[in-house]
């Protein structure tokens, strides 16, 4: 993990400002590497822009996308659709299927994992929490 200024330093960003400071994955070639001095729209925080929940949606392939146009030219700066991370999103996927149907667990239980998953509960031990949170949901609006 690295530090990432989410207003560039090169833009007028404040250097040691908290609320530009945001955690950014170190990969090379995603995130804080690939997006450069450019800048987003989207804040994880909700400081200085919105958040993804609502926006960012995560199809069975694996790959992130958005109906806004500002949100999937985030997704363009940031390469989240890099090769590592949709192996990373689908194992993820697929894990959670494989949890889901050898336990049985019941619409409570689900509904329970979500909110763990979305409030950041699990998130150390999987860092596609969010992915599986929203896939989780989608599971059980379709779920009787």
């Known amino acids: 993990m690295r530090i990432d200024h989410w207003q560039p330093r090169a833009g007028g960003g404040q250097h040691f400002q ?20 450019s800048t987003i729209w989207l804040d994880p925080y909700g400081v200085h822009g919105p958040q993804p929940n609502g926006l960012l949606r995560y199809l069975g392939d694996g790959r992130a996308v958005s109906d806004d146009n500002r949100v999937a030219e985030d997704v363009t700066r940031l390469n989240l659709n890099a ?6 999103r689908l194992g993820a996927v697929r894990a959670a299927r494989k949890w889901m149907q050898r336990q049985r667990r019941t619409k409570g239980e689900l509904g329970a994992k979500v909110t763990a998953l979305q409030r950041g509960a699990d998130a150390k031990r999987d860092v ?3 992915v599986l949170a929203q896939r989780l949901e989608r599971y059980l609006s379709k779920r009787p």
């Open 83 to 88: 090769d590592h991370l949709i192996r990373g």
């Open 18 to 37: 908290w609320s530009n400071l945001v955690g950014s994955c170190s990969d090379a070639g995603t995130c804080d590497a690939h997006k450069g001095s």
């Open 128 to 130: 596609f929490a969010f």
